[in-house]
């Protein structure tokens, strides 16, 4: 459904984005944030998924800043790969990226931000500074970034099997930012919406599907009156 297009950050870094768009008027925007393994197929797949839910979609390549075009599976190897990649960004850099990829659909409406593991962390921190109506975070790691606080609302979705975000993370999150939306899904692992991962779980992957789509018609598309 989507196609690759280049687009340009504010300190001039020209990267790709696979960009999605819907099929009429469209309800809004949401800018789909990678996991460390690149827009790979299941990120191009969920955001596919999103225009044919009505929004414009758009998924960053957030390592082009390292290595143009990455897209790993998840294996040992690509993992080692991804996390070797991740770390040689800067928070600040990524997130002007992100802020380009919000700048290219802001036409098709209010925009939200998704994000996956890395890129949960990064939907937060882009609801905490940059122009966007809402953010979901998919198992982010955001229990060290609590000093900053939302100024857009979050829904959060965590495993209670995800040993790398412990139940007492989530209790955290849930103190600092009483405000949020954050469900746990019992017998689900981090990673558990991939359905390319061991870990995906058909049945938390579809119940937090139904749930983000419902934030974003309320925040993005107005079809719900806000509280």
Not at 194 to 216: I, K, P, W
């Amino acid at each position: 459904m989507g196609e690759l297009t280049t687009i340009m950050a504010r300190d001039g870094h020209e990267f790709q984005a696979y960009l999605a768009a819907p099929t009429g008027k469209p309800r809004g925007a949401i800018v789909v944030l990678q996991e460390i393994f690149g827009v790979n197929s299941h990120i191009r797949s969920v955001t596919d998924g999103f225009a044919a839910e009505g929004y414009t979609a758009i998924a960053p390549s957030l390592f082009d800043r390292v290595h143009r075009g990455i897209q790993l599976g998840y294996g040992p190897e690509d993992r080692q790969q991804a996390i070797g990649t991740m770390q040689q960004l800067k928070t600040d850099d990524t997130l002007k990226d992100v802020g380009a990829a919000i700048a290219v659909v802001k036409n098709s409406g209010r925009v939200g931000v998704v994000g996956y593991c890395w890129g949960g962390k990064l939907a937060y921190l882009a609801a905490c500074d940059l122009p966007v109506a809402c953010a979901v975070v998919y198992y982010g790691k955001v229990a060290d970034q609590l000093a900053k606080q939302p100024k857009r609302p979050v829904m959060y979705h965590f495993g209670t099997l995800d040993k790398s975000i412990p139940v007492s993370d989530t209790d955290k999150i849930k103190a600092a930012h009483p405000e949020g939306v954050l469900y746990l899904y019992e017998g689900a692992d981090h990673g558990f919406n991939c359905e390319q991962r061991s870990s995906f779980n058909a049945e938390a992957a579809a119940l937090a599907r139904q749930r983000t789509l419902g934030f974003f018609a309320r925040y993005i598309a107005g079809e719900q009156k806000n509280d």
